[in-house]
């Protein structure tokens, strides 16, 4: 009699323990395995959800979370733009907590086919660029035309657009592709820091000129190389 309880008791915990690996692997709840399991076991509905649904359920949340570990996996241009925040003293700059989203120049963001004549081309005249400094859109109440922020993991932004929903405290950061947008940034509260206050003006020669700055070229490359 003792030994049939001794069996039952460690069969008992090895599958509490093998639920508890399980559900911490794919985060997937005890509850859900009992319902698969359940449902593995007997042919007829299991609260009014078939097995088939079930299995769907379970593979979902499987997906969601390699999908979550696979979104953030840090890009070149993220790690670039981590190691140049190391070699800036960030403390001397005035910091401003803003949300943050990303935006394209394609016609999911401004409505613009590369057809359209200003298709590419912001409020102030520029084009749109992700270099060292990346043209972003802002409240232009709030930061200027030609002001230079710097945001971390993204790098120096320089305001030359504006838009309709960026009101206040909001930033839109300019990325190449939509899928550069889901991958790199999302959207995310934070705080950036003034580098420079703009004077209402920005011109080609100038965004130029800041992304051609000696002193920062290994970093550019760097962002280049992925």
Same mark, same amino acid.
Request: hydrophobic share 35%; charged share 20%.
């Given at each position: 009699m003792k030994k049939r309880?001794?069996? =039952? &008791?460690?069969?008992?915990?090895? =599958? &509490?323990? !093998?639920?508890?690996?399980? /559900?911490? =692997?794919?985060?997937?709840?005890?509850? @859900?395995? @009992? +319902?698969?399991? /359940? /449902?593995? !076991?007997? /042919? @007829?509905? !299991?609260?009014?959800t078939s097995l088939n649904e079930k299995e769907v359920n379970i593979n979902e949340k499987s997906l969601n979370v390699k999908q979550a570990q696979q979104r953030y996996v840090s890009s070149a241009t993220v790690k670039a733009a981590q190691s140049l925040a190391e070699s800036i003293d960030l403390t001397q700059y005035p910091a401003h907590t803003v949300v943050a989203t990303g935006y394209t120049a394609g016609e999911e963001s401004t409505g613009k086919t590369p057809e359209h004549p200003e298709y590419g081309i912001t409020y102030s005249g520029v084009n749109v660029k992700r270099d060292l400094y990346s043209t972003i859109a802002a409240d232009l109440s709030v930061f200027p035309i030609g002001t230079v922020l710097f945001i971390p993991d993204y790098g120096y932004g320089v305001v030359a657009d504006k838009g309709g929903?960026?009101?206040?405290?909001? &930033? +839109?950061?300019?990325?190449?592709?939509?899928? +550069?947008?889901? +991958?790199?940034?999302?959207?995310?509260? *934070?705080?950036? !820091? =003034?580098?420079?206050?703009?004077?209402?003006? *920005?011109?080609?020669?100038e965004l130029v000129q800041?992304?051609?700055?000696?002193?920062?070229?290994?970093?550019?490359?760097?962002?280049?190389?992925?």
């Amino acid at each position: 009699m003792k030994k049939r309880t001794k069996k =039952v &008791l460690f069969i008992s915990l090895f =599958v &509490l323990a !093998f639920y508890s690996t399980l /559900a911490n =692997v794919s985060n997937i709840s005890i509850t @859900d395995l @009992d +319902d698969w399991i /359940a /449902a593995k !076991f007997n /042919a @007829d509905t !299991f609260e009014g959800t078939s097995l088939n649904e079930k299995e769907v359920n379970i593979n979902e949340k499987s997906l969601n979370v390699k999908q979550a570990q696979q979104r953030y996996v840090s890009s070149a241009t993220v790690k670039a733009a981590q190691s140049l925040a190391e070699s800036i003293d960030l403390t001397q700059y005035p910091a401003h907590t803003v949300v943050a989203t990303g935006y394209t120049a394609g016609e999911e963001s401004t409505g613009k086919t590369p057809e359209h004549p200003e298709y590419g081309i912001t409020y102030s005249g520029v084009n749109v660029k992700r270099d060292l400094y990346s043209t972003i859109a802002a409240d232009l109440s709030v930061f200027p035309i030609g002001t230079v922020l710097f945001i971390p993991d993204y790098g120096y932004g320089v305001v030359a657009d504006k838009g309709g929903a960026i009101k206040g405290n909001k &930033l +839109d950061l300019y990325f190449p592709t939509v899928q +550069d947008v889901y +991958d790199q940034w999302g959207k995310r509260t *934070l705080e950036v !820091f =003034v580098i420079k206050n703009g004077t209402g003006e *920005l011109t080609e020669e100038e965004l130029v000129q800041l992304n051609e700055n000696e002193a920062l070229q290994v970093f550019r490359t760097q962002m280049q190389s992925g």
